[in-house]
């Protein structure tokens, strides 16, 4: 007789876990029962359903997009006189909306365009996109993440999706292989390659960090993974992927949390590397066979401090502009700060050596008469003393004119007069959306942070890099979004188990 199969044994551990992954299910699915909320996988699910159902495209002029941040904005890739924005999301303090809106902004006209078109992808943010000049232009969509409103569920995306910019037809492409799911990855594109690094994935209950490489062709529409030699970045979101030639990329910075004993770190990270292709399969080949990291030093210019979630874009002339972010400084366990900026920094892509930008003086009309200029300080000092006050919260004072730089205490200057052009610019911010078309760029929205308080933006503005004469105000944004939530202090004074009812906001642009 045949001996019998037996039964692999089971650690104790895995038991445990298993057991403990069990409760939590269940705990959770009564949390969501009682507030009545779907499962998160069935509504991202319902979504996409919902948008195959739509039969027409419809396309309507409308006002500038709603405060938004971990959007994506991007450069048309056959009509330079327009933008492109997808997605993101917004935070009131006590309810989260994600967006799916597609947006084309006109530079000439200054004006925004929606686009509902058949088989949209689900509402998401902190996704990456990439456009592409084939077939008379493509916009390419990976990963991402949707919250549900409540912010108990939260659901990484592993999909890939093509919206062609001539027919107006979205299409999700299938193939095996591709990365796990995640979010805060970063994608760029290599002749017509897709190229993903990095991001995270966070249940609620653990987190993983990635700093895996993979490759789509657009042409066969496969995906592979790249093996790499050399000691190449750590796991890691928000950081910088740039192509550098023909078969060479470029990753700067980013954040990722470490595990020290019970508790976990947060890290800034402030390295910069080269990945290089070693062995090709010849000139027209889009698959390398070898790559291998570099470690660069960046030069004396680097950003300093790090910083993480700033916002990058490739621009003309082989470089990348690299603008605001934040530097997270934990003090306690309970408590976490932020260093915010506003800075506008450029990576030569050729050499890897970090450039400060600075602004040329404006050119001054001339003067005719004698003490005109004399008045014209004068009336700018009355400015500085008697600021015009828009809005004040007890933290941010905003303000039209006369505001004084945006690094002072307890002022940001978010409000602009259109069409107006200041050195000053954004004020400090992080997770905005910025793109270069025509040697110009262009930055929307991202979040302005005090405390517990996140503020989204919705301002929006322009800078020429060749003049570099200062930033251009495009729309302003009158007064800071209402922020429903609680204050750290006043959370402490409330018990612990309170829950604060849901309130909604508007999103005029949703479908």
Known sequence: MGKKDKKKKVSGAVKTATKTEKKLESKRKKELADIGEEDIEEIVAKIEREEAKRLAVVETTVSPPSPRVNATLLPHPTNTSELILFGGEYHDGKKTYVYNNLFVYNIAKNEWRIIKAPGAPPPRSAHQAVTLSSNKGELWIFGGEYTSPTEMQFYHYKDLWLYSLSDKKWQKVESPGCPTSRSGHRMTSLRKQLI??????????????????????????????????????????????????????????????????????????????????????????????????????????????????????????????????????????????????????????????????????????????????????????????????????????????????????????????????????????????????????????????????????????????????GWKTLSSQPSLPEWLGSDSEEEGEEDEGSESEESGSEETESD
């Not at 828009?390 to 004119?401: Q, Y």
């Not at 409000?415 to 107006?420: F, I, L």
């Open 196 to 469: 993903v690094f990095g991001g995270y994935h966070d249940n609620g209950r653990n987190y993983k960090y990635y700093n895996d490489l993979f490759v789509f062709c657009t042409d066969t529409r496969i995906w592979r993974k790249i093996e790499t030699l050399g000691n190449g970045p750590c796991p890691r979101s928000a950081c910088l992927l740039m192509p550098t030639g023909q078969d060479t990329l470029v990753v700067y910075g980013g954040y990722s949390r470490v595990k020290e004993g019970k508790a976990d770190r947060g890290v800034t990270h402030g390295d910069l590397f080269r990945l290089v292709a070693t062995t090709s399969s010849g000139p027209n080949s889009t698959q390398p066979t070898n790559y291998r990291w570099d470690s660069l030093k960046g030069g004396s210019q680097r950003p300093t401090p790090p910083r993480s979630s700033f916002s990058a874009c490739l621009a003309p002339g082989n470089k990348c502009y690299v603008f605001g972010g934040v530097l997270d400084m934990e003090e306690t366990e309970e408590l976490l700060t932020g260093e915010m900026f506003n800075s506008l920094h450029c990576l030569e892509l050729d050499n890897g050596v970090w450039r400060n930008v600075t602004f040329k003086p404006q050119k001054v009309a001339k003067i005719q008469k004698e003490g005109e200029n004399k008045e014209v300080e004068e009336e700018e000092e009355e400015k500085v003393d008697d600021p015009i006050t828009v809005c004040s919260d007890g933290i941010f004072t905003m303000t039209l004119s006369g505001a004084k730089s945006s690094a002072d205490k307890g002022t940001a200057n978010v409000v602009g007069n259109e069409g107006s052009s200041s050195v000053e610019g954004p004020c400090p911010r992080m997770n905005a959306m910025i793109a270069v078309q025509k040697s110009t760029l262009y930055l929307y929205g991202g979040i302005l942070e005090k405390g517990e308080k996140q503020f989204t933006l919705s301002d929006m503005y322009c800078l020429d890099l060749h003049k570099l004469e």
